[in-house]
């Protein structure tokens, strides 16, 4: 699977329209996560398990990187999305269930 910021965007917003979508999927792919670890927080863990090739994925809000080793690109979250706002929820521990301990 490519690591180009247009897949991952693309998947990225298939993964729901709204935060509690969002959470029942990670729940199903049993994803857990730290809450404001860019790099550790569950939406970047689903990325690094599907694309085994993007081992440096960071999200933060309204952002997110790839690097493959190579190379690292950026690309911009529609804030709107799901995603975003899971991971302001996430971030705000609404969502204990998912988090690491």
Same mark, same amino acid.
């Given at each position: 699977m490519s690591t180009? =910021?247009?897949f991952i965007s693309a998947f990225l917003k298939s993964?729901?329209?709204t935060a509690d979508e969002v959470a029942t999927l990670l729940r199903k792919e049993g994803i857990k996560g730290i809450p404001i670890a860019a790099g550790s927080c569950p939406i970047a863990r689903l990325v690094k398990k599907r694309? =085994?090739?993007?081992a440096d994925f960071t999200i933060s809000?309204?952002?997110f990187s790839v690097g493959t080793g190579r190379t690292c690109r950026y690309a911009d979250v529609d804030w709107?999305?799901?995603v975003?706002?899971?991971i302001e929820k996430?971030?705000?521990h609404a969502y204990p269930d998912l988090e690491d301990k």
């Open positions: 180009h =910021p247009r993964l729901g329209s694309y =085994p090739k993007a809000r309204g952002r709107s999305s799901g975003s706002r899971f996430f971030d705000g």
